[in-house]
Structure formats: C-alpha cells, structure tokens
C-alpha cells in the first residue's frame, strides 16, 4: 500500500475533474457479536451475511455423521468432500460479498480511512482468573468465543488486507490505515471522552448532545483523525473551569 498524504492525493484528483473527491471511512470490525461489518462517516451501515453461522447446522450434521463411520471407509471419505466442499462454499460466498462491499466503497469515495487493526490480537483468548483459594474464576471466554467465530465469519483481516487494497489500486483511489486508539471514547462532534463499555452499542454525548449509533460515531472520528484531528480530553478542574486540553 502506497504511504501517501490523503489531503494531497484528493487534491491532485480535485484537479484532475474527479466526479466524487468525497473522503469516505470504513469502520471495523463487528465489535458486538457483528452488529456492523462496516459504517462509513455519511452514516451508511452494512451487516454482514454470517455465511459461516448460516451453514453451521449443516456442517454439525456432516460432521457428525462422519464421526460415526469408521476410519478409511468409503462412506467417511465422501463426508469429508462434503464438508470440504461446504466450507469451500462458504469462503466463496464470503469473498465475492467482499469484493462486492470494497466495490460499493471505491464507488462512492476517493480516499478510504480504515482502522488498523490487528485481528490477532482481538481474537485472542482471555486470560484466566484464579481467586485467592486457587479456584478458577468466570473471565468471559465463553462470550468471547462467539465473538471470535463472528470476527472469522466476517473476514476483516482478508478484507482489509487484500481485498479492499486490491480494488482501490485498481480503481485509482487511496487506501489510509489510522490508529483507532480513542476512537470509540470519544464523541465525533465535540471531542470529548464518553467513556463506552463493549456492550454499548449508542452514543450519546452529555456535553454537546450528539446521538448516534457507536460505529457511526468511530466511522466518523476515523475519518476526522485520517484528515489530521487529534483525539483530546477535556477536564474540569476543582475550580470548575475547562482545564487545558492534552492529547489522549
């Protein structure tokens, strides 16, 4: 991927008559169970089809019926082309929805502001708890493994990585990674910090009032930051004035 200057290269199409010198965002992933795959700054949502988890019946009944067959048979080497070809089915499925989204979006902007991600880690498994008597505590796993299967099912890491670079080039537009940091604490329209938990899904600001679902918000804070904005954080001081802003 190019390491260009966004501002510069909307410019340069600017000059050149280009129909749509718009800056679009694309905000991932689907942080709560894949409620969005994607939510661009001009408030547009998309969800993704979950492939996977619409075959998943499917594949529990193949696989099952191979386990009970025996090992090198005939019949159990047919199940396994089943369910290899099912899961062939679903990767297709799932790469031409991508090819279709990152379509849609090189359509309608210019230069495409998209998280940084590292899906590694957000896939990773939650340590666990042990209390004072040694006894392992609940620490979440279990919900995080439906959110791991939803972060697989809607392949972000293939989709940022490859597909939507892939079709920009093609296209002649601009792919920027930006540093989410702060993006879902913060409030697209004044900047201030609004502390959000991960099962909180709107954002609503206490200081100027703005309402918006959550990852309309970050699609909107994404672009911002992409365009130069530093995220900050407003206190209020013992005297109640606005203390000085400071980077967050």
Known sequence: MKDLDPESHCEKLEREGSRNPNREVWESPPFQGGEDVN??????????????????????????KRDARAKGSKPRRKLNERIAKLH?????????????????LVAKADVIFVEDLKVSNLARRNKPKQGEDGAFLPNGQSAKSGLNKSFADAGIAGFLNEILPYKAAKAGRLVVKVNPAGTSQHCAICLNRVPKELSDRWHECPHCGASMPRDVNSGVLIKKVGLG??????????????SPRRTA
């Open 39 to 64: 939510a661009c700054s001009d408030g547009t949502r998309k969800q993704p089809p979950k492939f996977y988890r619409q075959a998943e019946d499917k594949l529990a009944k193949l696989q099952a």
């Open 88 to 104: 062939q089915r679903i990767a297709r499925q799932r790469k031409q929805w991508h090819f279709e989204t990152a379509g849609e």
């Open 229 to 242: 904005v530093r995220l900050t954080i407003k206190r209020e001081s013992r005297n109640g004035r606005r």
